[in-house]
């Protein structure tokens, strides 16, 4: 039984696997990235259109601009911690702790954030809405850092429970930690333009 | 690379790789796991929530319905490897390889299956499934406009046939060449013994079927109104099946980022030793540019779905024009993945036909570089002419110059793929079979439709054109008559190879010409009533243009009966047709050198590639 | 193909042409191309027209003028890839085993240029004819802005309703005086419309909360039918109605018929 699976299951080199998975998360970066782009023109679109003079009405609050740097900065702290380890292995346990432990906490601010925004209004019977368009576009920007948020704790939380298995193919592990340094800038460069987009109100 | 051993896959053991979970789980487990997710968001979301609030029936809909896909997924055994990833218990071989299906028989298709060939049939299936459902539909709607005044169905239900016989028809165009082909063939063609993500090849195929029941859900919920481009803000507007359409545009989107991702990589990164870029076959090459194209285009589509479903569960107003919002700003959106979503839907089923012309005409293709420039011109400007479907939007008059100007340079590369194929059939003797014959429907068919599309890119005459049935006709010229015709020439073609038989040729001829004569009567009786005025998407229309739209009813009859002769063609050869020689038609790509079934990994030894698949012919001189 | 076999290239360029022209495949690829193309000329030239809907406006012409032209002018491209297709087709070979090798033309550079320079050619024409057609129109709503008549139309779920400010009615059909030229100001109440006259051969979508323009230059008299070309919910196929382009006498008595009603239309 065993032979036989030994004559089935073939295995490329690890050096060829690595270079494939870092190819295909960039595909989904650039796939990310248009979601990026639709969500930034929608921004400026309905910013500079300002129907109805309602991009943000009167009276309506809007988040401070540091705030939206805030709410970007676990992202591009994790960032900048997996790039260390990535290129110093010695500290590579410790760099993969702090981005994980960034980006919970960078999650939770932008969760505590979404949990008091000061512009959902109450209509006649009561019920609530998002009063303009800059209160919907802020919205759908910070369930885009969420959703990196996620993504990231998930593949930090990887990184950091890898570190501590030694079954694993090293070669392949480099490459991996290559791929997720991809995956790290780009949701840091995304928090980033996401930031700066949330800047003009 | 290890090699495959000699004995055949039903004498081995079946792997058993000992207590894993992956033995247990297959389709039946996801569908239960599925509905007792969605049922359990459904009750537990509507539970002390108002619904006689439109926004929390919303939420309380599309919420389930994601939990169906989220259980189903999570059944099927979809996310092991990713948690086994997580906690650094990757996958052992065993465990890979009975993933793989090995010695599995039938049961493999309704598993999480990362064998590339099984998940190609499964596209197959699922895109002749597709087809059917989107064909009826069409029967439907034609029935209705057979005579006006009509009352076959209600306008509302007119109006849902045509949005869903629409996204029905465009998701299985967007797979159906790339799906089936892609999967099944392409890996094959390159040389590679699978895809290069195995286990998000299944991924991207089970998540696609996840969306069809909660597409087919929009029926039950009272339909969309929207047509398939859900324009805002009457997507805003509409009742509770519009949510059944942005959770599947949702959840197809990660279906085909996927699934693009991977092929492209694959080919990219797998190819056989010595296939060079020049030496990959035409197919490969355009069923890669069409799924790269995918990858950039479609997140809008779905950034503007979930402003959808944002304005329609906790009320944001991206489409409400009282608070700052803009239906521009879905319009523009939809169409920046909408206008290159048609070339990734047109490119795969062309370069299929370029796949097989040289084959049956018995000559190289002609001018291959050509037929890349052809492709990769089409890709990059479709990403810079989304606008000419606004012309009449309003939004931006001055830059209809500029948008018809890039749309109208479209023709250039067009004008290549129209060039390789006759240069190919040039002083050629061709073996008329069917596939063949599609590339002769092809050049009437995309002919018609390309030149049509000039008169619409033209800001003048889409004064006139614009919102009416010409621009159906036109769309369908392309689309059905390019690329389902490409598709189905494929299927002809590739169809010994993925059944091991022969497709029965007289019930595909028979088909042929039903498909292809009442295609055309359906759509040219179809460019009469748009040129003559009448506006698309109605479910009735005046005495003026009767006899336009009687004539498109009877061609639309005879594509029906048609397509259920080729449905009968492929399930009978499929069951017992002629068995198929490994090579039958002579053909110099690489799946034509390994036997049917084919082994697991493909090849006993990796091929070596020397030359370009198209040696074909002898020296003029 | 026998005839192939001992093909020898002529020495010279001019020579190799005329040897190519005078091959009878070539001669029937031209001939068919031909047939072809007068088919396509007589469709755009006699039957296209036949099918559109009476002219109305400068802008109908524009537009069935390029319906016609863009037809005759492509005719010959098409009648190449037909004749050359046909040709194929009708050389073709049947049974169960492959005819025998073709010829292996792997490319010719002068034809790829031809055919791209011709594409381009012919993409310039149409570009160029639909720029300056563009660009007549916006003159002339610039130009004649101030003598036209104003219309606002506004489209709500399911119908039209026209306001004439000059005249102060409203209305519920479209009814203009012939050679004044038009402006329409058009919005909506609800969700996006598209107003299209469809003798006046223009266009322009209805938004909510915004005001979208278009313009027309009446140039015959006759009747008028108005729908709506964008998807607009349950009844979107019964939204139209009609009107006329009147001589301005008969034009002056409806306003005033209607201004005798109290301005608003029956």
New interface residues.
């Given amino acids: 039984m065993a032979h036989d699976t030994e004559f089935h299951v073939h295995h490329d080199s690890p050096e060829a696997v690595g270079r494939r998975e870092r190819l295909g998360v960039r595909l989904l970066i650039v796939a990310d990235g248009a979601f990026l782009f639709g969500m930034i023109f929608s921004w400026f679109y309905l910013r500079n259109l300002n129907t109805n003079q309602a991009w943000l009405p009167k009276g309506v609050h809007s988040f401070s601009t540091a705030s939206g740097w805030v709410a970007a900065a676990g992202l591009i702290v994790a960032g900048i911690a997996h790039r260390i380890g990535e290129y110093n292995k010695a500290v590579r346990n410790a760099t993969a702790l702090i981005a994980l432990v960034a980006l919970l906490v960078g999650g939770y601010y932008q969760w505590h954030q979404m949990a008091h925004m000061p512009f959902v209004a109450q209509d006649a019977d009561g019920r609530p809405f998002f009063n303009g368009a800059y209160a919907s576009n802020w919205v759908l920007v910070a369930g885009a850092n969420m959703f990196h948020y996620l993504i990231g704790a998930f593949v930090a939380l990887g990184l950091v429970l890898r570190g501590y298995r030694t079954k694993l193919d090293p070669t392949l592990e480099e490459w991996r930690q290559r791929t997720a340094g991809s995956w790290f800038t780009w949701i840091a460069v995304s928090g980033i333009l996401c930031a700066l987009a949330t800047s003009f109100k | 690379?290890?090699?495959?051993?000699h004995a055949p896959a039903s004498s081995?053991?079946v792997?058993?790789p000992q207590k894993s979970l992956i033995t247990k789980l297959n389709m039946g487990t996801g569908m239960v796991l599925g509905i007792i997710f969605c049922w359990g968001t459904y009750y537990g979301m509507k539970a002390g929530r108002d619904m006689t609030?439109s926004?929390n029936v919303n939420k309380v809909l599309l919420m389930s319905m994601f939990a169906w896909s989220v259980g189903f997924l999570i059944g099927i055994g979809a996310f092991i490897g990713?948690f086994r990833?997580?906690?650094?218990?990757?996958l052992t071989?065993?465990e890979?390889?009975y993933l793989a299906g090995?010695g599995q028989g039938i049961s493999r298709y309704f598993k999480y299956c990362t064998d590339h060939k099984v998940v190609g049939i499964q596209y197959l299936v699922g895109v002749m499934a597709l087809l059917g459902v989107g064909g009826t539909m069409a029967m439907m709607i034609r029935t209705n406009l057979a005579t006006p005044g009509s009352h076959f169905v209600t306008?509302?239900v007119y109006?849902s046939l045509?949005g869903l016989h629409g996204i029905t028809m465009i998701i299985a165009m967007i797979i159906v060449a790339t799906g089936p082909f892609g999967n099944y063939i392409m890996p094959i063609m390159i040389g590679a013994?699978?895809m290069?993500?195995p286990r998000?090849n299944a991924l991207s195929w089970w998540v696609l079927f996840t969306a069809v029941p909660v597409l087919c859900s929009a029926w039950f919920l009272g339909g969309i109104?929207?047509?398939w481009?859900a324009?805002a803000?009457?997507s805003d507007?509409a009742g509770p099946g519009m949510n059944a359409f942005v959770a599947t545009i949702i959840i197809f989107a990660f279906s085909t980022?996927i699934a693009?991702?991977?092929i492209?990589?694959t080919v990219?990164?797998?190819r056989a030793k010595g296939m060079k870029w020049n030496r990959v076959p035409i197919f490969v090459i355009g069923a890669t540019i069409s799924v790269?194209l995918a990858?950039?285009?479609?997140?809008?589509f779905?950034?503007?779905m979930?402003?959808t479903a944002?304005?329609r569960t906790?009320?944001?107003?991206?489409y409400d024009?009282?608070?700052?919002?803009?239906?521009?700003?879905y319009a523009?959106?939809f169409w920046?993945m909408g206008h290159p979503e048609v070339y990734v839907i047109l490119i795969p089923g062309v370069a299929a036909l370029m796949e097989i012309a040289p084959v049956?005409?018995?000559?190289?293709l002609?001018?291959?570089?050509?037929a890349i420039a052809g492709f990769a011109g089409i890709a990059g400007l479709s990403i810079l002419v989304w606008a000419h479907h606004m012309y009449?939007?309003?939004w931006m008059?001055s830059l209809?110059?500029p948008f018809?100007?890039t749309t109208?340079?479209i023709?250039?590369p067009t004008?290549?793929l129209?060039?390789v194929?006759?240069?190919t059939?040039?002083?050629?003797?061709?073996?008329?079979k069917l596939p063949m014959l599609s590339v002769?429907a092809f050049?009437?068919d995309f002919?018609i439709g390309g030149?049509t599309g000039?008169?619409l890119s033209?800001?003048?005459?889409d004064?006139?054109?614009?919102?009416?049935m010409y621009v159906t006709a036109h769309f369908h010229y392309t689309l059905m008559g390019a690329a389902l015709t490409g598709a189905i020439g494929g299927l002809a073609y590739w169809f010994p190879k993925m059944t091991g038989r022969m497709l029965n040729e007289r019930g595909g001829y028979i088909s042929f010409w039903f498909v292809q004569i009442g295609f055309n009567v359906l759509f040219l009786g179809m460019f009469?009533a748009g040129?003559?005025?009448q506006?698309?998407?109605?479910?009735?229309?005046?005495h003026l243009f009767a006899h336009a739209n009687l004539i498109s009813t009877m061609g639309a009859y005879s594509v029906g009966l048609g397509m259920i002769i080729l449905l009968w063609a492929i399930i009978h050869s499929w069951r017992s047709g002629k068995i198929a020689p490994m090579n039958p038609?002579?053909a110099k790509t690489l799946e034509w050198t390994v036997p049917y079934p084919v082994p697991?990994?493909n090849f006993d030894t990796p091929p070596v590639v020397t030359s370009d698949p198209y040696?074909?012919?002898?020296?003029?001189? | 193909m026998s005839d192939h076999d001992q093909e020898v290239l002529p020495p010279t360029p001019g020579a190799r042409v005329g040897k190519f022209l005078g091959r009878s495949d070539v001669r029937q690829t031209f001939i068919l191309g031909l047939l072809y193309t007068i088919v396509f000329v007589v469709l755009g030239r006699w039957i296209y027209p036949h099918w559109m809907p009476r002219v109305l406006s400068k802008q109908m012409q524009a537009n069935e003028d390029i319906m016609i032209w863009f037809t005759v002018i492509s005719a010959p491209i098409a009648g190449v890839v037909l004749a050359i297709a046909t040709k194929s087709f009708m050389n073709m070979h049947r049974g169960d085993t492959p005819p025998e090798e073709g010829i292996a033309i792997r490319t010719n550079t002068p034809v790829v240029i031809v055919w791209t320079a011709t594409s381009v050619l012919f993409c310039i024409v149409a570009i160029v004819w639909g720029l300056v057609a563009l660009n007549t129109e916006s003159i002339a709503a610039a130009t004649d802005a101030p003598k036209s008549i104003v219309v606002d139309v506004t489209g709500s779920q399911w119908a039209w309703s026209f306001y004439y400010p000059a005249q102060n009615i409203h209305t519920h059909t479209l009814n203009l005086p012939v050679n004044q030229p038009v402006t329409f100001n058009v919005t909506s109440d609800d969700v996006n419309h598209s107003f299209w006259p469809v003798q006046l051969g223009v266009k322009i979508d209805a938004n909510r909360l915004v005001t979208t323009v278009a313009h027309a230059d009446p140039t015959a008299t006759g009747p008028l039918d108005v729908k709506c070309a964008e998807l607009c919910g349950l009844y979107h196929a019964y939204m139209e109605t009609d009107g006329a382009i009147q001589t301005p006498a008969d034009f002056s008595s409806w306003v005033s018929s209607i201004q005798a009603t109290g301005g608003v239309q029956e």
């Fill in positions: 690379m290890t090699t495959l051993s081995r053991p792997p058993n609030d926004h990713p990833w997580l906690i650094g218990k990757d071989d065993e890979q390889l090995d306008p509302v109006n045509v013994a699978d290069a993500f998000l109104p929207t047509g481009t324009y803000p009457l507007q980022a693009g991702m991977n492209t990589t990219v990164a797998m790269a990858i950039p285009a479609f997140p809008t779905m950034v503007a979930i402003q944002m304005d906790i009320a944001t107003s991206f024009a009282n608070l700052g919002g803009s239906g521009w700003l523009n959106l920046i049956f005409v018995r000559k190289p002609f001018s291959y570089n050509a009449m939007a309003g008059p209809n110059g018809m100007v109208e340079f023709s250039v004008g290549l129209f060039l194929l006759i240069g059939m040039w002083r050629g003797r061709p073996w008329m002769y050049i009437w002919l030149i000039i008169y033209d800001v003048p005459a004064n006139y054109l614009h919102g009416s009469i040129a003559t005025g506006p698309r998407r109605v479910a009735d229309y005046a038609w002579g697991l990994v040696g074909y012919g002898r020296s003029a001189k």
